[in-house]
């Protein structure tokens, strides 16, 4: 498994806690969540750093396991699982916070 954080724009398996390394989905890596909410003006930096540290937001391209639950609520209280993140309209926040550590680089691994 994964790590540390992907580069920005990293192509990625994405792997769910009891899957293994069979991947349930692809997406391609973004940034970290912040640790300041800018918008309320409330510093989330001690309180949510242990729950953020070592996530990353993802952008799903491809789903492998139907009705596979998203590791992280998400802000579209619609949207719980990998296949409604893919399908999600333009006007939706399509990242979706991961696990850094269920984050595989694609190049690194090697086809047999």
Not at 26 to 45: K, L, M, N
Not at 50 to 63: C, D, F, N, P, S
Request: hydrophobic share 35%; with cysteine.
């Amino acid at each position: 498994m994964g790590q540390g954080l992907l580069r920005l724009g990293t192509d990625c398996w994405l792997i769910y806690p009891g899957s293994g390394r069979k991947p349930v989905g692809e997406g391609i890596a973004g940034s970290a969540p912040p640790s300041y909410d800018s918008a309320s003006g409330v510093d989330r930096s001690y309180l949510n750093s242990l729950r953020e540290a070592g996530q990353q937001y993802v952008t799903i391209t491809k789903v492998h396991k139907k009705g596979q639950v998203l590791m992280y609520l998400h802000s579209n209280p619609l949207i719980h699982q990998l296949d409604e993140a893919l399908a999600a309209n333009a006007v939706c926040d399509r990242t979706f916070r991961w696990c850094a550590r269920y984050l595989i680089d694609k190049a690194s691994v090697t086809e047999t």
